[in-house]
């Protein structure tokens, strides 16, 4: 059967793995050779077409590594990082780190650097609580509850409490300690609620009260056993232990008549600080004896930057850049209601008609007059009086009225005596242009004026000792600061009007006194309004002051260097910063998202 079926080809051979795959290495050259070889010979009528497609696949092919690498470098920017030391210069001496006791100009910013306020500006000029986490009022306006951040830390490790709160509240209060803070906390009563919370009764309503709480804790644990009267000589003095954004380092004092700098404070990052940590590594601060000094280290770069100087200094380096920004303070002319020709409220109402505010400031600060002892942004719900005019012809009526006659030569005479003034000036910034100003306005209408300018240095001295102390003055160009919020009480209420008060003008008013005290005290923001404009009416009319321009700080830095804001909104010139754990000096290439 087999024979049958193999001579019939119904049987194949079988087939072996061998036989299978030469049979397809067969057909594989078949086929290569009848799809390729056999169709090389076509190639060279297609040639121009395989060039063009060889062509456009190289191409892309470049397209392609070229795009890689562009848009890799795009993805690529120099920025800011972490790490670096930035340098400030600074006006006096350090004599003590402890922020209680700070007047220098290089001890108040070092308190800054190295201290967290209770409760501080926050970058858009309103109160905002540091190392307090709220500050509340209950409805009868008397009674403020303080209730800190969790998780604060002094730099030894040590939790800030409500007992550092009551502690520091304590020494402000107590006269034996002698500090330098200027809020009043005598009339109050601070009692702790727990670990993290403190109550403040007050004997009358406050509505402001949260802006009077701006100042720093020092730790409790740090002056056990330590009277009052010792703080200040006290190790911690040299040696603090801080919340603020750095912690000390080391002090360098210079040792060579060649070196100008006072003092090097070295600073470092604070780890344990409670909010976003520095960006920079290191904050050094160089103290000076003068700004000359300052100008100096300015010039040769050996500093970042300072806010010591005023605009205006020439021959900087390229790299030194200027910022000026408004703060809430203002510059006035005090006049002196109790004592001299200015006692008499109709000179004071004669020299408001005699100045010409804007030809007083120059074209440089009129951009920055203003009218009243609130600032604009200060008193925006307020309705203002309206100014008097400047006439001149009024001016002299008023100044016969107060009993003067004309004389001959054009000048005013009472009693034998010609009508003249003492003026006097701090000789800072642009205040001792706008004075000479003021004064010139005054000689030439008939008034005898004399200018008293006194230097700087010799003004951070004794200026407000021997002048502003017993105001021997009749008019005093004065800057002050206006707050945050809007409350001159401080400087026009009659309980102000002595040698230790800041009412400059010794202004004496019941009526202004009842218009201020019920601003300030009143939860009725109605009622508020209209003592306060009840009082700004009073303020026109028997001109205690006479407003002239708001304060600016200035701030020369390197511009390599990231400094603060410009949107940042100052009410003093130390707010500058508020945002000093974004400031850098160092840069690197990083990479960002595309």
Known sequence: MRKKLVKSGQLRKRRTPLRVVREAREKAGEHFSERFVGRLANVREVRLWV??????????????????????????????????????????????????????????????????????????????????????????????????????????????????????????????????????????????????????????????????????????????????????????????????????????????????????????????????????????????????????????????ATAELDNGVGDLPKAVGYRESRINGGVFAFMNTSDGATSNVKVRQAIRRIIDIDAVLGEDLSSLRIDYPFLEEQGENLTNPELPAIDAVAAKQLIIDAGYTERADGKFEKDGQILSLKLAVQNRGKMRQVAENFTTKLREFGIDAVLNSYDEDQAAGDFFSTVVKPRDYDILFYEIDLGVSADPFVYYSSRQANESGWNLSNYKSSLADDALLSGRTTTDMALRKAKYESFLRRWVDEVPAIALYQSTAGYYYNTSARIYSEDLRMTDALDRFADVSHWATERATVKVAP
């Open 51 to 304: 060039a063009e497609w060889a062509l456009l696949v190289l191409v892309v092919f470049l397209l392609a590594i070229v795009q890689i690498i562009w848009y890799g470098e795009s993805y690529e920017r120099e920025a800011f990082v972490r790490g670096g030391d930035y340098s400030e210069a600074t006006l006096g001496k350090v004599n003590s780190m402890n922020p209680l006791y700070a007047t220098t100009s290089s001890e108040k910013t070092l308190a800054r650097l190295l201290f967290a306020n209770l409760v501080s500006p926050d970058v858009s000029g309103h109160i905002k609580g540091e190392l307090a986490k709220s500050v509340t009022m209950d409805d009868t306006g008397k009674v403020w509850t303080v209730v800190l951040r969790d998780g604060i830390y002094w730099s030894d490790g040590e939790a800030i409490t409500a007992d550092d709160v009551i502690y520091t509240v304590g020494l402000i209060s107590d006269t034996d300690a002698k500090t330098t803070i200027s809020a009043d906390f005598s009339r109050a009563k601070i009692e702790k609620v727990n670990e993290k919370s403190v109550k403040f009764t007050l004997p009358s309503v406050y509505v402001d009260f949260a802006d009077t709480l701006e100042f720093p804790l020092i730790p409790k644990h740090a002056f056990e056993g330590v009277s009052p009267a010792l703080v200040y000589e006290n190790d911690f003095s040299t040696q603090p232990i801080v919340s603020g954004p750095f912690v000390l380092n080391a002090v360098q004092v210079a040792s060579s008549p060649n070196v100008n700098s006072l003092q090097t404070i070295y600073l470092n990052r604070n780890e344990k600080y409670y909010g976003v940590k520095p960006t920079l590594n290191h904050f050094t601060l160089k103290t000076f004896e003068t700004k000359g000094d300052i100008e100096s280290a300015l010039k040769s770069l050996d500093v970042t």
